[in-house]
């Protein structure tokens, strides 16, 4: 299997239990997660070797989310520790007409304030096949986002395809402080993933839809997926296709595009979702192994698109399925019957 590293935060995860209200919480359940360190989990769980690149405290907090990682066999040894604090978000899980909800307690965390000398990025990526980030990475402060760009320019070096999920948070930042970082990040990027608001926040790019109504014609992205390809030359451009008819109600589908021909997936009805944080990133996960493993744009969106979908089913951020049930999916059996 292949070598993939993934850069970003890990963060302890503090959710209202049973669909309750931060008000009605006597308690939380305690998780660990976020985007990068999701994706390596779910390319952990599909034989690759994957390694996350981080920084959290030297203390027994910092220790539960490295050992959250190892538990999945995702490889710690360029997580660097020192700083302060691990980031913290809060999680109150909505349900029917009530959305979800995010507050986020990440300011100077130990990843925020690291300096490029925690990090030796030659070792990193040598003999590595492919490196994923997201948008997250460089809103969590100035200094990331400058160690996000020496990473990117090693990894280029040797020789590594790069995956880019978007990923706008305007809890983070602005879509003009966006722009202004990302754009140029984009000459590094060979797979460049993202929904029709990403595209719109951090590149300026708006595809004709309107998901809010339900309606995710994938026409509307053909034109816009030629422009970003033409612009930035990526070898992939693609999108989740996301209809939420309630925060516990979804479709779910997907469109890819070579420079060559489109692919659209089949779609999901995925109901009740159970929970639909790191939905994105196990997506990405999926596309990475499928890319990998299939070298067929068709083939690889679908495994990404089944393993996304399994993942709404599952508490918590980390995407807890094998390969083997993604394909069990992906080829067509959706029945949840007991398995004896």
Excluded at 24 to 40: H, I, L, P, R
Excluded at 297 to 310: D, H, I, N, R
Aim: proline share 3%.
């Amino acid at each position: 299997m292949s070598k993939v590293v993934t850069m970003g935060e890990i963060m302890l995860r503090l959710s209202s239990p049973f669909n309750s209200r931060f008000v009605q919480s006597q308690s939380f359940d305690v998780n660990y997660g976020g985007g990068e360190a999701n994706v390596a989990v779910s390319l952990a769980n599909y034989g690759h070797d994957a390694y996350f690149v981080s920084k959290v405290p030297a203390h027994e907090i910092g220790d539960c989310a490295v050992n959250s990682l190892r538990k999945f066999g995702v490889h710690t040894d360029y997580i660097a520790r020192g700083g302060d604090r691990l980031g913290i978000y809060y999680l109150e899980t909505g349900a029917s007409m009530r959305p979800s909800k995010v507050i986020y307690d990440r300011a100077h965390s130990s990843i925020s304030e690291a300096n490029p000398s925690d990090f030796d990025f030659d070792k990193i990526f040598e003999n590595a096949d492919w490196f994923h980030w997201s948008g997250i990475t460089p809103a969590i402060s100035d200094k990331s986002a400058e160690i996000l760009r020496l990473a990117l320019i090693s990894a280029k070096k040797h020789g590594v395809t790069v995956s880019c999920d978007l990923n706008f948070r305007k809890k983070l930042w602005t879509s003009e402080k966006a722009i202004s970082i990302m754009r140029p990040l984009m000459q590094y990027v060979d797979v460049c993933i993202g929904n029709e608001e990403d595209a719109q926040l951090c590149l300026g790019f708006k595809p004709d839809s309107d998901v809010t109504g339900g309606k995710t014609d994938a026409s509307g992205y053909k034109e816009i997926f030629k422009q970003m390809k033409e612009e930035f030359g990526f070898k992939y451009v693609v999108s989740t296709l996301r209809e939420s008819f309630s925060a516990t109600h979804n479709g779910w589908k997907a469109l890819i595009y070579n420079g060559e021909e489109f692919y659209e997936s089949k779609r999901y009805d995925i109901n009740p979702i159970i929970d639909r944080v790191g939905g994105g990133d196990s997506f990405a996960g999926g596309l990475i192994h499928g890319l990998l493993k299939y070298k067929d744009q068709g083939k690889a969106l679908e495994f990404a698109v089944a393993a996304s979908a399994l993942k709404h089913t599952i508490p918590g951020d980390y995407n807890c399925v094998s390969e083997k049930e993604v394909e069990t999916l992906m080829g067509g059996d959706a029945s949840g019957r007991v398995q004896r």
